[in-house]
């Protein structure tokens, strides 16, 4: 039986996306991963030759797409919108592994409508052209399809900022948090931390002792195998925050 791989294809369209895919960063996922970049004037059929080619022989588990977006827009080749999307991608659906998926690592795909100061919006709404546009790639390449609803901006790790949506062929959606999905851990622990940092300038700062330890065990609950989950632990005890003396680890004290 063939292994199971991921594959990244980089739309490489200005310095950005050729930065990003110098990088060859693998995901959380851990598998074999094939990168491939995409020049500008690609066919569908030249992109399916080269995402097979990154493939190696092996059964896509994962592919992540990454190129501009915004609300129900993509800029990769073949994919630009529901309209736009392909017929000839349907050649990929055989090489995907059992239970595969796809990631469209664009800013605000999966928004309603377009990015407002890097913030999109996303209500449930069947017919929101965000949604639309991710069930017209699933059902294309016929795996869930996953995007974005807000701008994203850290692309080294394949993680995902904010709000995601993911849509099957058949057509069920749900949206997840960073904390919830369990796949893209580097968005959990981000977001954390930077929940720690608020918690920490509003209330540690201040001495608001008493509000702090309420935000923090917040924090562990939504959070509870990042790294800000452990900074919080050392400080919910009584005396931590009022001693920060007492041997504390300092990683989050500079900040």
Known sequence: MAREVTVHAVYLQDSTMIHAFN????????????????????SPQKIIDKILAA?????????????????????????????????????????????????????????????????????????????????????????????????????DGWGYSGVTVTISPAGKFYAEKPGQRWWDPSSADAEAKAEFYRIKKQYIDRKLYVEARIALRVLMANYPTSEAAGWAAQLVPLGAMEKPDRGLQKEWSDN
Not at 24 to 42: C, E, W
């Open 55 to 155: 493939a190696n022989g092996g059964r896509i588990k994962i592919l992540r797409l990454l190129a501009h977006g915004d609300a129900g827009e993509f800029d990769f080749p073949g994919i630009e919108d529901r309209s736009s999307v392909s017929s000839k991608y349907t050649q990929l659906r055989k090489a995907f592994a059992p239970m595969a998926r796809i990631e469209i690592h664009g800013c605000g795909c999966a928004s309603e409508k377009k990015l407002d100061r890097d913030i999109g919006k996303y209500s449930g709404d069947p017919k929101g052209r965000g949604l639309r546009f991710l069930w017209a790639v699933a059902q294309t390449f016929n795996v869930p399809v996953t995007g974005a609803v807000d701008s994203q901006g850290n692309w």
């Open 23 to 42: 990088l060859r960063q693998g995901g959380a996922d851990l598998l074999p991963t094939g990168h491939t970049g995409i020049p500008k004037g690609y």
